[in-house]
T-cell receptor
Framework: KNEVEQSPQNLTAQEGEFITINCSYS?????LHWLQQHPGGGIVSLFM???GKKKHGRLIATINIQEKHSSLHITASHPRDSAVYIC????????????FGEGTQLTVNP | NAGVTQTPKFQVLKTGQSMTLQCAQD?????MSWYRQDPGMGLRLIHY???????DQGEVPNGYNVSRSTTEDFPLRLLSAAPSQTSVYFC???????????????FGPGTRLTVT
């Protein structure tokens, strides 16, 4: 079993829909990252959080440390949101490393 | 700022050949790392560095060497390429605190390597 599990693996939505991507992990962590990988392959960091909730534009990330779970929400989705969304955790015992999930492929149709 | 740059973008090697993937950043980041991305496996850490002269192994270091002689550069060397090293390679950098990765990472555009 992977230490970081994402669901769903693939998600197709219609423009305007509210989208949720989930990340569960099995180890103690000091931080969780959400990343976006564009169709061209480039990777950008969206959020880094260790508690509560963060918001940037139409993107919202939440984390529940006790339940070892995080969600990434996209409101009013748009075709340009189509990308792979990757969850990664910084473990308490290895603060110099990230462990990554396999990613969620999101496709938003017009 | 150019951010994190990687060269080359694409490379084809024959089994047994050696090569160096270049990575540079102009943000004065202490932390630099190399990942490989394979279908169905997510990103995996190959080697990382918390400052000039300091490197350490990640999850999948075999077959790769690194050095960090300057803050800006972190080259990845493939000693004797094997088909199992066919992958997309990403370099990333970040500020760090006490060697700990406490800030977001900035990724390079990637190098697609094929070993035949």
């Amino acid at each position: 079993k992977n230490e970081v599990e994402q669901s769903p693996q693939n998600l197709t939505a219609q423009e305007g829909e509210f989208i949720t991507i989930n990340c569960s992990y099995s180890v103690g962590i000091s931080a969780l990252h959400w990343l976006q990988q564009h169709p061209g392959g480039g990777i950008v960091s969206l959020f880094m959080l260790s508690s509560g909730k963060k918001k940037h534009g139409r993107l919202i990330a939440t984390i529940n440390i006790q339940e070892k779970h995080s969600s990434l929400h996209i409101t009013a989705s748009h075709p340009r949101d189509s990308a792979v969304y990757i969850c990664a955790v910084r473990e308490e015992t290895s603060g110099s490393r990230l462990t990554f999930g396999e990613g969620t492929q999101l496709t938003v149709n017009p | 700022n150019a951010g994190v740059t990687q060269t080359p973008k694409f490379q084809v090697l024959k089994t047994g050949q050696s090569m160096t993937l270049q990575c540079a950043q102009d943000m004065n980041h202490e932390y630099m790392s190399w990942y490989r991305q394979d279908p169905g496996m997510g990103l995996r850490l190959i080697h990382y560095s918390v400052g000039a002269g300091i490197t350490d192994q990640g999850e999948v270091p075999n077959g790769y060497n690194v050095s960090r002689s300057t803050t800006e550069d972190f080259p990845l060397r493939l000693l004797s390429a094997a088909p199992s090293q066919t992958s997309v390679y990403f370099c990333a950098s970040s500020y760090s605190y006490g060697g700990q990765l406490v800030y977001e990472q900035y990724f390079g555009p990637g190098t697609r390597l094929t070993v035949t």
